[in-house]
């Protein structure tokens, strides 16, 4: 492969330029991100049956009775963006979007990359149905924490006044036969932080919360936090490092309070409540504990923004939170809610983790967040791919590492691609651990979705596949290659300047260095560029 450097200045147009640069200006005094109203449809009803239900443990994870994914969110939206008002960006959280529609786009053989029902073309289409600029931010089930962390940055950097987050993701034998390769499904019932809990069960949720630039009085975005484990794939940290430090990003962000409630992950894997309890231990160990994926279900990139929504919803009525459905007995050294109501003084923390290692927390609260920092963007490298014909050059370990590589061959194209621009970027291995990675793209992992639903349709059905239809993936693996633990998500549908944009958030945040790439890699002409940015 051949690998090519760019000068900096090359990069932005004036008119991009101006904007990072301005953006910094503005942050002094900006006004900061109040929850001004949210919303959540579960299959237990709205915000205040859902939190009955859950104090009731009165339910079971469900699809939502409405399966039309775009009139739920549009409903959604009109609840807490009323006609007449005005918004100034959309952001959707998922992390697969309308799966039946988009399967079936994949099998008709689309290869556009605005794929029916994908997460760019949702977006999209929620954007045009509310005639509000939009684009779909996605952290695997770290997707909702995420989201409402990029509409945090960009009302404190003076970017938008008031922003629409949505959240929602229907389900099919796509992702459910996935998760059976996995062997992380319960066949009985979700168990979060039991003893003998078995696995977890999918359900569907969606919500909304709208995020104006406020001084009044309410709940607030108090806090929030991202970090990679750069470990494993599908499997968290062991010790919990990851959720650890999304978590303590949220709590400083938030003015260092400690939390009242954690509002847990809590998906009934062995795996993943290990890791959490790990993380909490070290935490905030007198903290109590409550998860709501026993009731629930696990909704994907949905979960995320309804647990916040129903802490907001909560935390404005009587601060009463429902504990751990299908708790029976727990860890001894951890205060884990039982089944009821419990009052708990503000503010929640809710985090939430994804495969990649991508984890992301926020903290709801009745304070104001932190300011951010001015700053001024600098490209320091980019790196763009060589192609021929359209087509992304082989890229081998031998060409991209120097060396041979056993796990290299599972990898695909998107992942490679983005390993080999972070690879080339980080020759003189002087990228800090901190870095966050932002990838930009469309077509996401449709190449890959579509092998795995044409072997899936015809019976074969591989959990190493499965794994790569997630398009973060290649930020997971990324991460892993070279060690970085900061932020990680991906905006699809969004342009080359609203992730500049997203840089120069992270930076007023005070991440170190941000990596943007692009990686379209679903169809010719093949894109694959990455930037260096640092303050």
């Not at 859950?54 to 994914?69: F, H, I, K, N, V």
């Not at 962000?253 to 290990?274: K, M």
């Not at 503000?346 to 990649?356: K, Q």
């Not at 992942?415 to 996401?444: E, I, S």
């Amino acid at each position: 492969i051949r690998i090519m450097g760019e000068p900096p200045m090359s990069l932005l147009s004036l008119e991009a330029l101006v904007l990072l640069r301005a953006s910094g200006a503005r942050q002094r005094g900006s006004p900061v991100p109040r929850i001004v109203r949210s919303a959540v449809e579960t299959p237990a009803g709205d915000a205040h049956a859902t939190l009955l239900a859950l104090s009731q443990a009165r339910g079971c994870p469900a699809e939502l009775p409405d399966t039309d994914l775009v009139a739920v969110l549009l409903r959604l939206a009109r609840r807490v963006l009323p006609e007449g008002e005005s918004c100034d960006l959309l952001i959707l959280a998922t992390t697969k979007g309308d799966l039946p529609r988009y399967g079936a786009a994949l099998l008709a053989g689309d290869s556009a990359r605005a794929l029916s029902g994908s997460p760019a073309d949702l977006a999209a289409e929620l954007g045009r149905r509310l005639d509000i600029p939009a684009f779909a931010v996605s952290a695997a089930c770290a997707s909702g924490p995420a989201a409402l962390g990029e509409a945090a940055r960009r009302i404190l950097t003076g970017q938008a006044r008031r922003v629409l987050v949505l959240a929602g993701d229907r389900l099919s034998d796509f992702v459910r036969d996935g998760f059976a390769a996995l062997q992380a499904l319960d066949p009985d019932s979700c168990r979060p932080f039991d003893r003998e809990r078995a696995g977890l069960i999918l359900g569907e949720t969606a919500a909304a919360m709208l995020l104006a630039a406020d001084v009044s009085p309410g709940v607030w975005l108090q806090g929030w936090g991202a970090a990679m484990d750069a470990q494993h794939l599908t499997g968290p940290a062991r010790d919990g490092a990851g959720v650890r430090a999304a978590c303590a990003a949220a709590l400083q962000r938030g003015g260092d309070q400690a939390p009242g409630l954690i509002v847990a992950h809590g998906t009934g894997t062995r795996f993943n409540d290990d890791s959490e309890a790990a993380a909490y231990r070290t935490l905030a160990p007198s903290t109590p504990i409550t998860a709501w994926k026993g009731l629930l279900g696990h909704s994907l990139g949905a979960c995320g923004l309804t647990e916040a929504a129903l802490c907001a919803a909560a935390l404005a009525s009587e601060a009463n939170a429902p504990g751990i459905v299908g708790l029976r007995a727990g860890a001894e050294d951890l205060r884990l809610l039982p089944p009821g109501q419990h009052r708990c003084a503000a503010p929640w923390l809710s985090p939430n983790a994804g495969f990649g290692g991508l984890n992301a927390a926020v903290l709801v609260g009745l304070s104001p967040p932190q300011p951010l920092c001015a700053v001024t963007p600098r490209c320091t490298a980019r790196a763009t791919l060589a192609q021929t014909g359209g087509v992304l050059d082989a890229l081998s370990a031998l060409a991209v590492l120097g060396r041979t590589d056993p796990t290299w061959g599972r990898m695909d194209l998107a992942c490679r691609a983005l390993v080999a621009l972070g690879v080339r970027l980080d020759q003189a291995n002087t990228l800090p651990q901190a870095t966050a990675v932002v990838l930009l793209t469309t077509a996401g992992s449709a190449a890959i979705d579509r092998v795995f639903e044409r072997d899936r349709q015809a019976g074969t059905i591989a959990a190493q596949t499965f794994v790569y239809t997630l398009p973060t993936m290649p930020i997971g693996e990324l991460s892993i290659r070279c060690g970085l633990r900061g932020p990680g998500f991906a905006l699809l549908g969004a342009s080359d300047d609203d992730g500049r944009i997203t840089v120069a958030g992270l930076l007023a945040e005070g991440h170190p260095c941000v990596i943007l790439a692009r990686v379209e890699s679903d169809a010719p002409p093949h894109t694959a560029w990455a930037e260096c940015w640092s303050a």
